[in-house]
């Protein structure tokens, strides 16, 4: 309010500042739907500015929550904490969610911003990521998993976004399907798959 009146009834543009302490709710939800994220954050946060610059500073803190990976569920570490910023390229993450299994104990790490995160994979002992999918996803080594089990290992670790080895073409030839009495062999390698992102000169041939 400027002036005792509402900036919506002035006839000229006056800058309206806001100065408001989120501090009504003690805790938010985030969920993520399908991606199997559910979290809760208490916050300290604080909106200064204008209506047409407001700024967002404070921290937002885990209180608990879990993320559902392949049907797999990690534990968010209630030490993570998200530092608030008006633009995504500013806000920080530094969130840890651990999964225990009788082997390793599985912790995906989320760091950089909301615009760019990077996502980490580690484990306890230490293993290359691809063992440590395997190992969650399986419960064996990845040198013991099937081509299909590969293949979805490699699928699950680009959902991830994180490092594994590539699955080879190759890897299929050999392999056998039981349907019934019908027996099929994998006798030739994998077709890739190939989309154009450009525009190409005269369209594209059939």
């Not at 989320?110 to 980490?120: F, L, N, Q, S, Y």
Request: aromatic fraction near 4%; include cysteine; hydrophobic fraction near 40%.
């Amino acid at each position: 309010v400027a002036g005792g009146i509402s900036p919506v009834g002035q006839r000229r543009t006056h800058p309206t500042v806001v100065d408001l302490t989120a501090l009504d709710h003690p805790t938010v939800f985030v969920s993520g739907g399908r991606r199997g994220l559910d979290l809760e954050l208490s916050l300290d946060a604080h909106v200064g500015g204008t209506t047409s610059k407001p700024v967002l500073t404070g921290v937002a803190r885990v209180v608990r929550g879990d993320y559902d990976f392949a049907g797999k569920r990690f534990e968010f570490d209630d030490r993570g904490f998200v530092t608030l910023a008006t633009s995504p390229q500013n806000i920080r993450l530094n969130l840890t969610a651990v999964r225990e299994d009788p082997s390793l104990t599985a912790a995906v790490r989320i760091m950089g911003t909301a615009a760019k995160p990077e996502v980490t994979l580690t484990s306890t002992p230490v293993l290359p990521s691809d063992e440590i999918l395997s190992q969650v996803l399986f419960g064996r080594s990845a040198a013991q998993l099937s081509p299909l089990e590969a293949a979805q290992l490699v699928i699950e670790a680009v959902v991830l976004d994180v490092d594994v080895a590539p699955f080879g073409e190759q890897a299929w030839v050999g392999s056998q399907v039981a349907i019934g009495d019908v027996v099929i062999t994998v006798d030739s390698p994998t077709v890739r798959c190939a989309m154009p992102l450009r525009a190409q000169p005269g369209g594209i041939g059939r």
